[in-house]
Each structure stands twice: as C-alpha cells, then as structure tokens.
C-alpha cells in the first residue's frame, strides 16, 4: 500500500487525468448523472404517478414461438394462461420442432386454454414463426413471447393500460433472469441477473423517458396490431429481429414505453460456450440491423429523438467500445513497469461507479431483493464488462470485415 501511495504522489495531474480520463471523465459523469436523473424521476412519479386507463381491456394475442423447447413450453404456457387478463388468446406455433414440443402443448390446445399451431418444417428463424402466428390472432394488442419465459400474473395488466394513450405503439416488458437453462444456477447465471437489472432498470428505463428506446426485447414485448400491419410484421434478413422490428416501429414515430412493473422471468445461458455464442450473435445482429436501416442517420423525418437515440448507440456501444480498447493498451504499455497501480486505481473509480449504479438500480426496481445480486459487482466490473466487450468487439470487426455470423 505504500508504493501505490508513493507512486501515486509521484504523478503529475496531467498524469493523473491521463489514467482517468475514461472512467472520469466519461463513464462516471454519465453513470452518477444518470442515476440522480431516475432517482428524481422516481420521487416525481410516486408523487404524480401517470395517468393510465385501468378499465382500458382490449383483446390481445399473444404469441409463443417455439422450437425444441420442451422442457419450458408447459410452463411458459401455464403463466401465460394464468396471467390476469380478461380478454386474451393464446397462440403457440410450434416451429418445426423435433422434440416434444407439440406433445407437451397439445393438452392445452384440447381444453381450448390455447390455440396451437404447428410447421412440419422449422421455417428457420424466429421472425418466420412470429409471422405464421400473426396469420391466427385476432387481437388489437399483440405480445411477442419467448418461450422459456414466464410472465408475472399482473405484466399484461400493468403493461396493456400503457396502450390507453393513443400515440403509444409498443411496450418493452422487464424481463428478469429466473435461471439459467435447465434450472442451473451458478455464478454465470448471477453475473447475467445482475446485468439485465441494470439493464432495464437503468438503461431501458432512462431511454424510455428519454424518447430514445431502441429495443423492446424479444422475450416480452408488445405492439399495436396497425402498426405490426403497417410494417409487415417481423423481417428475417437479420440476427435481431427484436432490435429490427423496434427501428422499424421507431419509424412511426409513435411512443414506445417501457413497464417496470410488467415483469416476466426468462433463462439465460447457463455456460460461458453458450453465453458466448448469444452475445456474439446480438453484437453482429446489432451491426447487421444499424446497417438495414442505415437511411435513418440522416433522415431527420423519422423524428429528432430517433435520429439522437442512434447516434447514442453507435457512439456508447462502438466508439467509447474502441476508445476504451485504445485507452487501456496506451497505459498497459507507458506503465508497463507499474501496471498494478493505475489497474488499483482505475479498479477504485470503477467500483464507485458501480455501486451508485447498482444501488439505484435496486432502489428504483419494483423487486426489493434484486439487491442481493450485489455480491457480484467486483466481478462485474474486473471481469465481465471487460470480457462482454471483447466478444462485441470481435463481432463488430467480423461484421465489418464482411465476415457472416450463424445463429
């Protein structure tokens, strides 16, 4: 402890910023002023909350695609039937599955609890499924559902009244980590928990009141069926179409907001092979899609709040990404000899940042025991960030060197 004392004294200030300049100057500004700005919010809505049509029922469908999904199906089914909503339907397309799927869902179907639809051959994404189970709902809501996720009894209540206003066009759910697959759970599965409560509470809940959302997620999300028409529904020619639909909705420019209270609870990757694989995927989808709709960055008819909402992406996920990348080599490289204290320190100012995140995050959550996720904050901040951005980096550089990416 000495010699970082001593080495610490020995900087200049220029040095000193020079170390920080990332995390102090950018990070930490952004995370700290994030957080006093939803805390605010917070205290504003407990005074005058929002004033939403609860009487507001209009039939909704929702629709589970599913491919070889047969340890989940019965569950997702059971909470989606049990959801406390008066006029709904349910439609599971299974997508040319090779396991139980059907079978496991066919006894709902025969009690008339659901609707089941059934591909012989997968039609080989999930935005094909998605679309064959449109050509069945009757509702004016529609809810795109995954199928190893479990929806809270109230999230179609708490997320359908938002549609009582008029110039709303889509809702993104909260979607929590309940395991990870098979019901395994370990430090992998708490590392992902403690990212989607950040996730959504933070980042999801400051671009919706911000006008800046630019994905409803895939697991739990709904829509106007006008606008779904509008759009042709769901495209295939991307990895994402979760972020796809979403730019294509933005285009609308009708609001898009999201729900705390709307809860549904997914599985995550339970090892790191698979975890690698999806986060690879969603990072070249990203690129793939910011491609598709490349027309939006100097379209300002798309409306200024999605024009800025873009740029935020490509400048938070990309540039600070290569920013950070640079910044770190340059002081592994002039403190070569020292590497330990910048790393203490940078480590130090980090961890800060976190915590004010994650606390603020467990404050405004609608879940009070997300807190105990707290445990991993070392981890996330000296191991997983660093780690997910490697894997998005290299998808990035696969995709811009013309490289394709499986699913």
């Known amino acids: 402890m000495a010699g970082f004392e ?12 020079l170390i920080l300049s990332v995390p102090l100057l950018i990070d930490m500004p952004r995370s700290v002023g994030k957080s006093v700005f939803l805390l605010l919010d917070g205290l504003h809505s407990k005074i005058r909350p929002k004033a939403f049509d609860d009487t507001y029922l209009p039939k909704i469908t929702l629709i589970i695609p599913a491919h070889n999904e047969e340890g989940t199906i019965e569950r997702s089914i059971e909470a989606a039937v049990d959801a406390d909503y008066p006029n709904k339907e349910i439609i599971v397309v299974d997508d040319g599955s090779t396991d139980n799927t059907y079978v ?53 209540r708490e997320s359908t009244k938002c549609f009582s206003i008029p110039s709303v066009n889509a809702v993104s759910g909260n979607v929590r980590i309940l395991a990870g697959d098979g019901g395994e759970k370990n430090l992998l599965t708490s590392l992902q928990s403690y990212e989607y409560l950040l996730s959504l509470e933070m980042g999801r809940r400051f671009n919706a009141l911000m006008g800046t959302l630019l994905i409803i997620p895939g697991a739990f999300g709904g829509f106007r069926r006008k606008a779904g028409e509008e759009l042709g529904f769901f495209d295939r020619d991307t990895l994402t179409e979760d972020f796809d639909f979403t730019l294509k909705l933005r285009k609308l420019k009708g609001k898009i907001f999201f729900v705390p209270t709307g809860i549904s609870w997914t599985f995550c990757p339970a090892s790191w092979k698979s975890w690698f694989r999806q986060r690879r995927r969603w990072a070249y989808g990203q690129m793939e899609t910011l491609g598709k709709h490349k027309d939006a960055f100097v379209n300002l008819r798309y409306g200024k709040g999605f024009l800025l ?5 490509v400048l938070m996920d990309m540039i600070l990404l290569c920013l950070r990348t640079a910044w770190l080599a340059f002081t592994l490289l002039t403190y070569t000899g020292f590497i330990l204290y910048p790393a203490f320190l940078v480590f130090g100012v980090y961890l800060v940042s976190e915590a004010v995140v994650v606390l603020t995050a467990g404050v405004l959550s609608p879940r009070r025991g997300d807190l105990r996720l707290i445990y991993v904050l070392p981890l996330m901040v000296l191991f997983y960030r660093p780690l997910y951005g490697m894997v998005r980096l290299e998808a990035y550089v696969r995709w811009l060197l013309g490289k394709k990416s499986a699913w």
């Open 6 to 17: 001593l080495w610490l004294h020995s900087l200049t200030l220029f040095e000193l910023l």
């Open 104 to 156: 496991r869902a066919l006894p709902y179907d025969r009690r008339h609890m659901i609707k089941l639809v059934h591909r012989e051959t997968a039609s080989g994404s999930k935005s094909g499924a998605i679309n064959f189970g449109m050509l069945f709902s009757t509702g004016e809501i529609l809810y795109i559902i995954d199928a190893d996720t479990l929806l809270e009894r109230n999230a179609l």
């Open 309 to 313: 909402a873009l740029y935020d992406m």
